[in-house]
């Protein structure tokens, strides 16, 4: 198996830079079209195998290995979600001329990297969904495979009865991972449970910009820790006590996975990604996006009974063996062997972890 990432693929950086994702998918495809004979799959994260499937369906070249594609999730959702942020005054990069270039551009080659695949992994169900309607409905070539967890997150935790509970949220600070709404919802808490802490983590945006958002009453209850060291994360997820996702549209993010694996109860919306892994009241809350009130009253109830975080927190746990990457690896596997019927002896795989900054350029 060879793996190739955008330095492999663009020998020098792209310009312009807003059509980065076109030139990598068209040198993509000349790469795997040189290189063809030696490999039965490619599997190309989309939307970067749009121009390897539109080659391969136009021309039909010769010995051109098949294409499987995966997605982290829905782009529609994407696209309404921000459209209602934008409304709200907040969003100011998704106006309605970023939306349009948006539906020209970025859409487009997500949907002629999912129509031209032979098949697909998405990583939420909706998702999964979305594309195969894109496609022949019914066709089955679609699966849903989520995203996994390492084994080093499934520890034991306590759950004491303490005065003062510390929040944790880990993500990227943007308007997609429902920002503004966990700052109000954390001034509403604290006026029901003042002795709560609330960390930022891998945020990417200095403590000063974090703490910009928040009301000057509660700043001193919150902390900033721009990067976090992959070997540290287990020992930052046991530090805290409840794990707070209010993200409007997702994937399907690790940090929860790797939350629920550490035990922690945790507070998230019931939007696609999370919602496929979390059951309201079994091993997590759920709750409305785009709801402050809603996120401070869930976080309330787990402050006031260390009971409900221990069956929450042990719960999301047990359900967390069913996401292991081993398994992960498995449902990807069956996948690409479907699409190639006789085995996958050589597969070339094309993933860049994250194209939220790519695709806002």
Same mark, same amino acid.
């Given at each position: 198996?060879?793996?190739?990432?955008?330095?492999?693929?663009?020998?020098?950086?792209?310009?312009?830079?807003?059509l980065e994702?076109?030139?990598f998918?068209?040198?993509?495809?000349?790469?795997i079209?040189r290189?063809?004979?030696?490999y039965?799959?490619?599997?190309?994260?989309?939307?970067?195998g749009?121009?390897? *499937?539109?080659?391969?369906? %136009?021309f #039909?070249?010769? =010995?051109?290995? $098949?294409?499987?594609?995966?997605?982290?999730? !829905? @782009? &529609?959702?994407?696209?309404?979600?921000?459209?209602?942020?934008?409304?709200?005054?907040?969003?100011?990069?998704?106006?309605?001329?970023?939306?349009?270039w948006?539906?020209?551009?970025?859409?487009?080659?997500?949907?002629?990297?999912?129509?031209?695949?032979?098949?697909?992994?998405?990583?939420n169900?909706?998702?999964?969904?979305?594309?195969?309607?894109?496609?022949?409905?019914?066709s089955?070539?679609i699966?849903f495979?989520?995203n996994?967890?390492?084994?080093?997150?499934?520890?034991?935790?306590?759950?004491?009865?303490?005065?003062?509970?510390?929040?944790?949220?880990?993500g990227t600070?943007?308007?997609?991972?429902?920002?503004?709404?966990?700052a109000? *919802?954390?001034?509403?808490? %604290?006026? #029901?449970?003042? =002795?709560?802490? $609330?960390?930022?983590?891998?945020?990417?945006? !200095? @403590? &000063?910009?974090?703490?910009?958002?928040?009301?000057?009453?509660?700043?001193d209850?919150?902390?900033a820790?721009p990067?976090?060291?992959?070997?540290?994360?287990?020992?930052?997820?046991?530090?805290?006590?409840?794990?707070?996702f209010?993200?409007?549209?997702?994937?399907m993010?690790?940090?929860?996975?790797?939350?629920?694996?550490m035990?922690?109860?945790?507070?998230?919306?019931?939007?696609?990604?999370?919602?496929?892994?979390?059951?309201?009241g079994?091993?997590?809350?759920l709750?409305?996006?785009?709801?402050a009130?809603?996120?401070?009253e869930?976080?309330?109830?787990?402050?006031?009974s260390a009971?409900?975080?221990?069956?929450?927190?042990?719960?999301?746990?047990?359900?967390?063996?069913?996401?292991?990457?081993?398994?992960?690896?498995?449902g990807?596997?069956?996948?690409?062997?479907?699409?190639?019927?006789?085995?996958?002896?050589?597969?070339?795989h094309?993933?860049?972890?994250?194209?939220?900054?790519?695709?806002?350029?």
């Open positions: 198996m060879d793996c190739w990432f955008l330095e492999d693929v663009l020998a020098k950086p792209a310009r312009p830079k807003r994702a076109l030139i998918a068209v040198s993509l495809a000349k790469r079209l290189d063809r004979m030696k039965d799959v490619v599997n190309i994260h989309a939307p970067w749009c121009a390897y *499937g539109v080659v391969r369906k %136009l #039909r070249p010769t =010995g051109a290995p $098949l294409y499987v594609f995966t997605m982290q999730g !829905s @782009e &529609e959702q994407f696209v309404q979600a921000m459209r209602e942020e934008n409304r709200k005054g907040r969003a100011s990069n998704f106006g309605w001329k970023n939306r349009a948006h539906c020209v551009y970025h859409q487009t080659m997500y949907n002629y990297s999912i129509e031209t695949a032979d098949s697909g992994a998405v990583a169900r909706e998702g999964q969904i979305g594309a195969e309607r894109k496609r022949k409905p019914g089955g070539r699966s495979v989520p996994g967890t390492e084994e080093r997150f499934f520890t034991a935790r306590e759950y004491p009865e303490k005065p003062s509970l510390r929040l944790l949220y880990v600070w943007l308007d997609r991972k429902g920002v503004f709404y966990l109000e *919802g954390f001034r509403l808490l %604290l006026n #029901r449970v003042p =002795g709560v802490f $609330l960390t930022i983590a891998g945020c990417i945006a !200095s @403590e &000063e910009a974090v703490k910009a958002l928040f009301a000057p009453e509660v700043r209850r919150v902390s820790i990067f976090v060291a992959r070997a540290e994360m287990p020992s930052l997820y046991a530090k805290n006590d409840i794990f707070v209010p993200s409007l549209v997702e994937g993010p690790l940090t929860l996975l790797e939350a629920m694996a035990a922690m109860p945790v507070v998230t919306t019931n939007v696609c990604g999370m919602a496929d892994v979390v059951q309201n079994v091993n997590g809350v709750i409305p996006p785009a709801d009130n809603a996120l401070a869930a976080i309330e109830r787990l402050c006031n009971e409900l975080r221990k069956r929450l927190g042990r719960q999301a746990q047990e359900t967390m063996r069913r996401y292991t990457w081993d398994r992960v690896a498995e990807l596997e069956a996948v690409l062997r479907a699409a190639s019927n006789d085995g996958v002896a050589h597969i070339s094309t993933h860049i972890p994250d194209d939220d900054e790519l695709r806002r350029n």
